[in-house]
């Protein structure tokens, strides 16, 4: 099994809205990533979290606060966004983090800021 | 900083026409990855070469990392409309310890009937 679900699939928040972005992984991998994506660009990489801790924060704004929970779920709360926040959030994992372990995405969350 | 550039950017080709798709680099990588992407959908991983030289192949596609791991080629034979979508190389930072994935710009790959 290499999957990674990501729900939900679309969202349309205001400004003033506080939402949640949710990934999940029954791979066993330690390693996870929010990634954000706009049109016709590749994804580009805001958080990585090693065995549940934030090894990395790409300088993303505090409106974007991530959580580990548990090794299988990762979350995005997303707070006071702006519209050019608007863009494909991509969760994935790998087993651990390193230079060898492949990167399995989820489908990702359509999100639109208005 | 590590910067994978991508080749071509668009690609639009008749059905049973081969094409390939380049992906190069000043920077060594420990592996590289490729993955098929369709509108609204993440990624999905096709192969992950490691070794310099390796060849893999993957029913109509073939993946190729440079000896030197700085360079990558995707072919794909007698390409399918199925095969339309955005393809995306990335590369692995060598020693790099927090798996950053360093992506190409992708190749939008149009197959007509």
């Known amino acids: 099994d290499t999957e990674v679900t990501q729900t939900p699939k679309h969202l349309v928040m205001g400004m003033t809205n506080k939402k949640s972005l949710k990934c999940e992984q029954h791979?066993?991998?330690?390693?996870m990533y929010w990634y954000k994506q706009k049109a016709k660009k590749p994804p580009e990489l805001m958080f990585v979290?090693?065995?549940?801790?934030?090894?990395i924060n790409e300088s993303v704004p505090s409106r974007f606060s991530p959580e580990c929970p548990n090794s299988s779920l990762l979350n995005l709360h997303l707070h006071a966004l702006q519209p050019e926040d608007s863009a494909l959030y991509l969760c994935?994992?790998?087993?651990?983090?390193?230079?060898?372990?492949?990167?399995?995405f989820g489908p990702g969350t359509r999100l639109t800021v208005l | 900083t590590q910067l994978l550039e991508q080749s071509p950017q668009f690609l639009s080709i008749q059905e049973g026409e081969n094409l390939t798709v380049y992906c190069n680099s000043s920077?060594?990588?420990?592996?590289l990855q490729w993955y098929r992407q369709e509108p609204g959908e993440g990624p999905v991983l096709l192969v992950t070469v490691v070794t310099g030289g390796e060849v893999k192949k993957l029913k109509r596609l073939t993946f190729q990392f440079g000896d030197a791991r700085k360079d990558s080629s995707l072919h794909i034979t007698a390409a399918q409309p199925g095969d339309t979508g955005l393809y995306l190389c990335?590369?692995?930072?060598?020693?790099?310890?927090?798996?950053?994935?360093?992506f190409g710009k992708g190749t939008k790959l149009s197959v007509k009937p």
């Open positions: 791979m066993g991998h330690r390693a």
């Open positions: 994935a994992s790998s087993q651990v983090p390193g230079s060898y372990n492949e990167q399995f």
């Open positions: 979290y090693s065995y549940e801790k934030l090894s």
């Open positions: 990335a590369g692995m930072n060598y020693g790099g310890s927090q798996g950053n994935l360093i």
């Open positions: 920077s060594v990588f420990s592996s």
